[in-house]
């Protein structure tokens, strides 16, 4: 995949070779990336923050589902699921314990990371769409049990929960503008860390499974306990997305993290690419963004005779089925292999072989 | 005990719609190892089809009825031509998500097309019921019953009797051995699709006269899934014992543990029966152990 490098950048150190930013330039590139969208608040109004800090959310929600899908290779449809646990458990432990959110966000990610490994315990016999469909009653599973008792007592049942503003060493974190420094960091953080474990022994192991899991463990890979470790960090991950998530909404309800929210992170995972840290945070802005565009467009459809009505409701819905089922029959690798066809054509230039 | 029998025959009947619409299922699974996601929204199509024929047009049932399979036969041809024969050759994964984008856009489609609200189909059924001993069977559920054994009995046939059944018998064993015999597996791929999509479209029609049409019976459609795990993916006759079970054990969660649980048992019982499946009996009652060499 890695075809082209700048030209003249050759590896004189071991260390250099296994680098994930090789050139200045790149670094330059990611100092002023980061930078900048540290800048980012002033400049939006608060609809777009609010879009930009659910992105974020999104992102981190997809890149736990890039170890599971993307790397491992098992299909999850309950990553929203999941991520209502972090949720749920980041609201109960700052309202009812009155924990600090420092404290919560550690302690929910790793209950989400537990319940999802009870969830993944069937990947002990089963693989590919049996695991698909484990994954898929855990969604309703969570959620129905979020919505019942005997745990309505704690979750508000149907009616949810409002989640507290969290206080961070003196700083109430009440406005959009405080709490997107926080959601901003741990993006970063948690792309950091992901680009990174694809490449330890966990993350070959994970490609080892996807590529054929028989030879996987001709090869002494433990199937089942690298399964359940790639379950076990995509938990983790949601749950931190859940707990960035619940004080930015502020109220928390089942239906924010029911099935359609799943099939829209897998999809988003699939159209920028399952395989790579770059294609999912691809995938999650292209698709929120023409989720964007067609709630700005659905009124200008409307006055349309006939078709206009009809479609301006569900216009979203139609945009993503259409833009997945397209992605997979023209493009099954992804926005991610279009932006490296771009990246060895830009370095090629002018001479194209 | 009356309430026990109660529940338990009126799950069964409701079961009995759930094998039907799970055989189209296996069917294609069988022959193309295709996983269908969108079953359900193929039964939600096939009701609603019917009730623009039935409910807006007033044609007759039967002539409705004879439109509609036509038109959801089409309607799977086209859905098979138009996302699953360009994957062909792709990884199963990249097969079960356009299945799942395919049902995303069902979604979205069908509230777009026909409304959002609920929609009845013309009454034809007598309030009441048959009544047996303690037991009263509604006509409704009496009637789909009925009809979900007579059309699981065609499709036995068909399957078992006819020269397209033979074929796709054929194929669902072996897509080379079937090609070197001459058979057109891409054709056979179309015909199951067109005969899923008429085994949801009555399922759709059953359903639609017990309750209503209307969009949410596309989670109905999920039903599909605890019955073919529960009977085995590969196997016709697991699907049609796993669908009266997966009935009888959803309506009995229905009436005895709802109260506890304040609603929502009943909608929730057959992903346990899944997750318990997958763990205890992970290939299901009658599905094969695929035994993979490299």
């Not at chain 1, 993307?70 to 449809?77: K, R, T, V």
């Not at chain 2, 016709?236 to 649980?261: K, Q, R």
Request: aromatic residues 14%.
């Amino acid at each position: 995949m890695d075809v082209s490098r700048p030209c003249g950048v050759f590896d004189t150190f071991y260390s250099k070779d296994i680098a994930v930013v090789r050139t200045k330039t790149q670094w330059a590139w990611l100092v002023m990336g980061i930078t900048l969208s540290f800048l980012i608040p002033p400049f939006l109004n608060i609809h777009w923050l609010g879009w930009v800090i659910e992105t974020s959310i999104v992102i981190v929600a997809v890149l736990g589902l890039y170890f599971v899908t993307g790397l491992c290779g098992q299909i999850s449809l309950g990553q929203a699921g999941f991520m209502a646990v972090g949720a749920y458990s980041t609201t109960i432990l700052m309202n009812q314990l009155s924990f600090s959110y420092w404290l919560t966000l550690p302690i929910s990610a790793l209950i989400t990371g537990i319940v999802v490994l009870i969830f993944g315990i069937p990947s002990l016999r089963v693989k590919g769409f049996y695991l698909a469909m484990a994954t898929l009653s855990s969604q309703f599973l969570i959620l129905w049990m979020i919505t019942h008792p005997p745990f309505n007592r704690w979750t508000g049942g149907v009616d949810g929960l409002t989640t507290p503003a969290p206080t961070i060493s003196g700083i109430v974190f009440d406005s959009y503008h405080l709490w997107f420094f926080i959601v901003i960091i741990f993006m970063w953080l948690m792309i950091f860390f992901a680009k990174n474990i694809g490449r330890t022994r966990v993350g070959r192991a994970f490609v080892a499974i996807r590529d054929s899991d028989l030879a996987a463990e001709v090869l002494g890979i433990n199937i089942f306990g690298y399964k359940l470790l790639s379950f076990f960090i995509a938990g983790i991950y949601a749950g931190i997305a859940g707990s960035l998530f619940a004080p930015y909404i502020t109220r928390i309800a089942a239906e924010n993290f029911n099935l359609e929210k799943s099939i829209w992170y897998l999809g988003m995972l699939i159209v920028g690419g399952s395989g790579s840290v770059v294609g999912a945070i691809l995938g999650v802005v292209f698709i929120r963004l023409l989720l964007q565009l067609t709630t700005i467009l659905g009124p200008s459809i409307h006055p349309i005779p006939i078709v206009g009505p009809l479609l301006a409701n569900y216009l979203g819905g139609l945009v993503f089925g259409l833009v997945i089922i397209l992605f997979l029959i023209f493009e099954p690798r992804g926005l991610n292999h279009r932006w490296v066809i771009f990246k060895a054509w830009y370095r090629l230039h002018p001479f194209s072989y | 005990m009356g309430f026990f029998l109660q529940l338990v025959l009126s799950g069964v009947m409701l079961g009995s719609v759930y094998s039907l619409v799970a055989l189209g299922f296996v069917a294609i699974y069988k022959s193309s190892g295709v996983i269908n996601f969108a079953q359900g929204h193929l039964l939600a199509a096939g009701a609603f089809i019917l009730w623009i024929f039935w409910g807006v047009l007033g044609l007759p049932l039967w002539i409705g009825l004879l439109l509609a399979v036509l038109s959801s036969a089409f309607l799977g041809v086209i859905i098979e031509y138009s996302t699953i024969r360009p994957m062909t050759g792709q990884p199963l994964m990249a097969i079960i998500v356009v299945t799942i984008g395919l049902a995303a856009l069902l979604d979205s489609l069908m509230p777009s097309v026909f409304g959002g609200e609920e929609k009845a189909y013309p009454l034809i059924f007598p309030s009441g019921g048959l009544r047996i001993w303690q037991l009263i069977i509604s006509y409704e559920y009496l009637f789909s019953f009925l009809t979900a054994l007579g059309m699981v009995g065609i499709f036995l046939y068909f399957f078992h009797r006819t020269k397209l059944g033979l074929l796709m018998r054929a194929v669902a064993d072996g897509h080379d051995s079937a090609r070197s015999c001459g058979i057109r597996v891409g054709i056979i791929f179309r015909w199951t699709w067109a005969i899923a999509a008429v085994s949801a479209m009555i399922g759709g029609f059953l359903l639609g006269s017990i309750e209503s049409v209307s969009i949410s019976m596309t989670s109905i459609g999920l039903r599909v899934f605890p019955v073919v795990i529960l009977g085995g993916l590969q196997s016709i006759m697991g699907c049609i014992i796993a669908g009266p079970i997966v009935g009888v054990l959803e309506v009995l969660a229905h009436g005895y543990a709802d109260p506890i649980t304040e609603g929502g048992a009943g909608d929730v019982m057959p992903y346990v029966i899944i997750l318990l499946t997958l763990i205890f009996k992970p290939h299901g009652i009658f599905g094969e152990e695929i035994i993979e060499r490299i």
